[in-house]
């Protein structure tokens, strides 16, 4: 099992990045996902999730109007499109995968994790 992050990287304020994360091992028909982000030392953020179907979605505060979720479960393949983008949204970004049809919005929730992501929002 093994969920790849790819897409991070340095960005200047207001500006957009779209993170990537690959899965293999199984596959994303009967899983749904959610974003998480990171700082050292801080437990992780939930950002946004979709159920398994991709037909249910949520944000959190911070996301909300600015990312939106994806997953195309015939690439087993979901996506992070991230617009303007603030200093405040430096953070390692995280991908994970819940056996199940419906979403947490909780990390203890999540059955596996990508390594991480880093994005750095910085003029």
């Known amino acids: 099992v093994q969920l790849v992050e790819s897409g991070g990287g340095l960005v200047q304020p207001g500006g957009s990045l779209r993170l990537s994360c690959e899965v293999s091992g199984f596959t994303l028909d009967y899983y749904a996902i959610g974003w998480f982000r990171q700082l050292s030392g801080k437990e992780r953020e939930f950002l946004a999730a979709v159920s398994a179907s991709g037909m249910s979605q949520s944000y959190s505060a911070a996301a909300k109007g600015r990312f939106t979720v994806s997953k195309d479960n015939t690439k087993n393949t979901m996506w992070l499109q991230m617009n303007d983008l603030k200093p405040q949204d430096t953070a390692v970004y995280l991908c994970?995968?819940?056996?199940?049809?419906?979403?947490?919005?909780?990390?203890?929730?999540?059955?596996?994790w990508g390594q991480g992501t880093q994005v750095t929002v910085s003029s």
């Open positions: 994970a995968a819940r056996l199940g049809p419906d979403y947490g919005l909780e990390h203890e929730e999540y059955d596996y």
